[in-house]
């Protein structure tokens, strides 16, 4: 059972915007008095709090409530199990001894997952990507140092994987992404009591054709040369995430062109061009 006090409590904890409070206490009524509901949550709801990682990584593929939980279920599920995952981020940020610095970042990064597509995207409830991502962070699964984020995605007896992820919202400044792998290195020993790190990037930026195609002086192209790239699937999708903030169009001519990049890469589309994401290793 949902409780309202929990929904209360996790209101100040992540400092959430009271004027969701009423549509969170209609989505717990929601949930509440339907069984069926109620079981879907409670599942879902254990894999992200309790259960490996590997298996957190399974439910990337579903894109629809309905499917992921049950038919009918109030869409809103997703907000609501982001909200009241604080009890699992005090257990966690306290596992990790993050410093104060660190825990206003992650508090911060795990409210924008709760709000990004509510404000930015006008969606009525958040995608199951962004509930997901959340819980990279209530579980402390990536640290943020300066410009990049990394996540620990294993470590065995010769080195620790380091997995680096590219927030969205300001340039990818070169200096600042140097500043923060350097940094990384301390940092993330600290926390995780790591040594011998591997940094790998799985990113769009990466991509050869983008980078075949972009001028060689600018903050995505010098990133790229930090790697050594293979071609991985297509990216096309990301793209028109991350670049024209679009899930998907149906004619490439109607894409925006506000940016140098987003007319080149228009341009690349129009013509056929298949984008695949860079898989890099970072040179030692």
């Known amino acids: 059972m949902i409780l309202k006090q929990d929904i209360d409590t996790a209101f100040i904890y992540y400092n959430i915007d009271e004027n969701y409070k009423d549509r969170c206490y209609q989505c717990m009524h929601n949930i509440n008095s339907n069984k069926s509901f109620l079981d879907a949550f409670n599942k879902i709801n254990n894999i992200l709090n309790n259960s490996d990682f590997k298996d957190i990584k399974e439910l990337w593929m579903y894109k629809d409530v309905n499917v992921l939980f049950c ?20 257990e966690y940020l306290k596992k990790y001894n993050l410093d104060i610095e660190q825990i206003n970042i992650n508090k911060n990064r795990i409210k924008e997952c709760f709000e990004s597509d509510l404000i930015n995207r006008k969606y009525d409830s958040v995608r199951i990507s962004q509930m997901l991502w959340a819980f990279y962070f209530v579980r402390v699964r990536i640290i943020e140092i300066g410009r990049l984020q990394y996540e620990l995605l294993e470590t065995n007896k010769d080195n620790s994987i380091i997995k680096i992820h590219i927030p969205s919202g300001s340039k990818l400044d070169f200096d600042k992404v140097i500043n923060s792998i350097n940094l990384s ?46 071609d991985g699937e297509d990216c ?10 679009k899930k998907e169009i149906n004619n490439y001519v109607e894409l925006q062109e506000d940016t140098k990049l987003q007319r080149l890469i228009k341009k690349e589309l129009i013509d056929g061009t298949i984008f695949n994401i860079g898989q890099g290793i970072l040179r030692k």
């Open 71 to 90: 038919d009918g279920i109030d869409p809103f599920i997703t907000n609501l199990i982001i909200l009241l995952s604080y009890n699992t981020s005090e």
């Open 185 to 230: 290195k301390r940092v993330l020993k600290e926390i995780y009591q790591i040594d011998n790190m591997v940094y790998k990037c799985n990113s769009w930026s990466l991509s050869n054709e983008l980078n075949r195609i972009i001028e060689k002086e600018s903050n995505i192209h010098k990133f790229y040369n930090l790697f050594d790239v293979e």
């Open 236 to 245: 096309i999708s990301d793209i028109l995430n991350f670049v024209y903030k």
